[in-house]
C-alpha cells in the first residue's frame, strides 16, 4: 500500500507529463506514472486534507485504456477525497470528463472539477491529421501554461463543481461510435513497421514506449510485441531520430513531435 498525497499520471509524447511536473510541483504533490504501479497492488491511502488527481491524455475522445484499466485496479481507503482530472488533447475532449466520471463513481470515488488543456497535436493515425506547424505549437504551449496556472489554483483551493474543458462539436457523436471505432479498430500495434533502410538501430524506440511493448534496444531493429498493450500513442514513431517507423501508409510524409522536440 501506497502512502500519499498523489497525482496519478499518463504521458507518451510529454505534453501530459509536462503538465502534472509542473502542477505537482505547484501543489507540492508527489508523481505516480501509472504504467509503474498498473501492474503491482494499486491500493492507496490518503489522509482526510490530501487530493487525488488525475492527468493524462485523451485517444480517441476518451480516456486512454491505461487509465481505464487503472481506475478498475485502484483502491483507496478514503473516498471523500478532492478528487480532479486534467487532461490534455490538441483540440476538443468530447464526452472524455463524463466517461471518466463514471468510471470513477463505480470505484466509489465522485469527481468533483474537470480540465482540459489544448497542447500540441501529436496523433497521425489518421489521413488529415498531422502535428501541429512549429508557430501554432509554440503558440498552444504558451496559453498552456497561463491556463494551468489557473487551473491550479482552483485545484489548490479545492474548488468543486468546476468544469473548465472543451468538449467541441457533436460530443456524444466522437466519443460514442467514433471512439468505439478508435478503440476496436486504431489502438493496435500491428500498423507499426520499420523502414530497415532508414533504421540505425538506436534503441529509442524500445526505451521510450510506455507500455514496453517493443521489443529491441541499441543494435536491434524494433519488433511490435502484438500482445493488445499498445496504446498507439505514437510515441515511437515521435521520438525516432531517422523517421524509421511507419503507421501503415497513414504517417507517410508526416511530422514528428514531442514536449522537448529541438526544432532544426
Known amino acids: ?35 509503474e504501479v498498473i501492474r503491482e497492488d ?21 480516456p486512454p485504456l491505461i487509465i481505464r484499466k487503472f481506475i478498475d485496479k485502484l483502491e483507496i481507503d478514503h473516498k471523500d477525497n478532492y478528487c480532479y482530472m486534467l487532461c490534455t488533447a490538441g483540440d476538443s475532449i468530447g464526452r472524455a470528463t463524463e466517461i471518466f466520471a463514471k468510471d470513477l463513481k463505480k470505484k466509489g470515488l465522485t469527481l468533483d472539477a474537470a480540465f482540459s488543456l489544448i497542447m ?6 489518421l ?33 468543486k463543481g468546476v468544469i473548465k474543458t472543451l468538449k467541441g462539436p457533436l460530443p456524444a457523436f466522437f466519443s460514442g461510435p467514433v471512439g468505439g471505432y ?3 479498430h486504431l ?6 513497421h520499420v523502414v530497415s533502410e532508414k533504421c540505425v538501430k538506436c534503441g529509442i524506440c524500445a526505451d521510450v514506449c510506455p507500455v514496453n511493448d517493443i521489443i529491441g534496444g541499441l543494435g536491434e531493429e524494433p519488433k511490435w510485441k502484438h500482445e493488445g ?19 501503415g501508409g497513414r504517417t507517410k510524409h508526416k511530422g514528428q513531435y514531442f514536449f522537448n522536440r529541438k526544432h532544426k
Not at 497525482?7 to 506514472?33: D, H, K, M, P, V
Open 182 to 184: 478508435f478503440v476496436k
Open 42 to 62: 494499486c491500493r492507496f491511502h490518503l489522509e482526510d486534507d490530501e487530493r487525488i488527481g488525475f492527468v493524462f491524455p485523451i485517444h480517441g475522445w476518451r
Open 229 to 247: 498493450d499498445c496504446l498507439s500513442c505514437f510515441t515511437c514513431y515521435h521520438h525516432c531520430p531517422h523517421h524509421a517507423i511507419e503507421y
Open 127 to 159: 489521413p488529415f491529421f498531422d502535428v501541429d506547424p512549429i508557430e501554432k505549437e509554440l503558440q498552444k504551449k504558451q496559453k498552456a501554461e497561463k491556463d494551468l496556472e489557473e487551473f491550479a489554483t482552483d485545484i489548490e483551493n479545492n474548488r
Open 120 to 125: 500540441p497535436e501529436s496523433y497521425v493515425g
Open 1 to 35: 500500500m501506497y502512502l500519499c498525497t498523489m497525482i496519478f499520471y499518463f504521458s507518451g509524447t510529454g505534453n501530459t507529463r509536462w503538465a502534472a511536473t509542473l502542477l505537482a510541483e505547484r501543489l507540492n504533490e508527489q508523481l505516480i506514472y501509472i504504467p
Open 187 to 192: 489502438i493496435t500495434d500491428k500498423p507499426f
